[in-house]
């Protein structure tokens, strides 16, 4: 089952804007990390924050946390043709086993960026 | 360095074969995870090893789903009696830490047609 909801489902801006991705989920968790996965392509691994953060950056991306609200958003400033893809927030849980000592993702954004 | 790889990259299988997926991690990454990823849809966890250790397989969907790490490198994910409802790209991912709370490097994927 699938933990996360990215919001929204689509997103189609014009080059140099920002983009901002929302994700929510339901349980405890040790961490939430974003990925992007280009059509044909596997999943890269953008940024990980740990629960007791709040914000975090790296380059053109930044992420912030609300753990009491149970959600993320992820912010591409100066947005790229490059950066056409799927976006997929993922949760780590607190607890190990029963299934949760992988990573649990949402359904993904998925993102245009018009040139 | 060399990134996960992953073989058959495709694999179309009739409905009651066997099939047996390939992941080769990166070199000395002890934690190894199987997604499965269905069309349109986030990655989905199916197991988790430790090194030659399978820690969790409860996310398996059924019995004819096993998979092995025995030297604690390659791992094999084997679906035997393949049906439709097995279409799906099938993900490895690495990570370099006993600690699963530490980021995962994906490789590309076998997309598997079951006919």
């Known amino acids: 089952s699938q933990q996360g909801e990215e919001d929204p489902q689509a997103l189609s801006i014009q080059e140099g804007e920002n983009a901002t991705m929302n994700c929510s989920y339901k349980t405890s968790i040790n961490n939430l990390q974003w990925y992007r996965q280009n059509s044909g392509r596997g999943l890269v691994h953008l940024i990980l924050?740990?629960?007791?953060?709040r914000e975090k950056h790296s380059g053109r991306l930044r992420v912030t946390l609300d753990t009491s609200k149970k959600s993320s958003s992820l912010l591409i400033t100066a947005s790229r043709a490059a950066d056409t893809a799927s976006y997929f927030c993922?949760?780590?849980?607190?607890?190990?086993?029963?299934?949760?000592?992988?990573?649990?993702f949402g359904k993904g954004t998925h993102l245009i960026i018009q040139p | 360095g060399a990134g996960v790889s992953q073989s058959p990259r495709y694999k179309v299988a009739k409905r009651g074969q066997d099939v047996a997926l390939r992941c080769d991690p990166i070199s000395g990454h002890v934690s190894l995870f199987w997604y499965q990823q269905a069309l349109g849809q986030g990655p989905e966890f199916l197991t988790y090893?430790?090194?030659?250790?399978?820690?969790?397989k409860s996310g398996l969907p059924s019995d004819r789903f096993f998979a092995e790490r025995p030297e604690g490198s390659v791992s094999t994910l084997k679906i035997q009696r393949t049906q439709q409802e097995d279409s799906a790209v099938y993900l490895c991912a690495s990570s370099a830490y006993r600690d699963r709370s530490y980021e995962q490097y994906f490789g590309p994927g076998t997309r598997l047609t079951v006919t």
């Open positions: 090893f430790q090194n030659e250790a399978q820690l969790d």
């Open positions: 924050i740990r629960s007791n953060e």
């Open positions: 993922a949760t780590l849980g607190v607890y190990s086993g029963g299934g949760a000592d992988g990573l649990t």
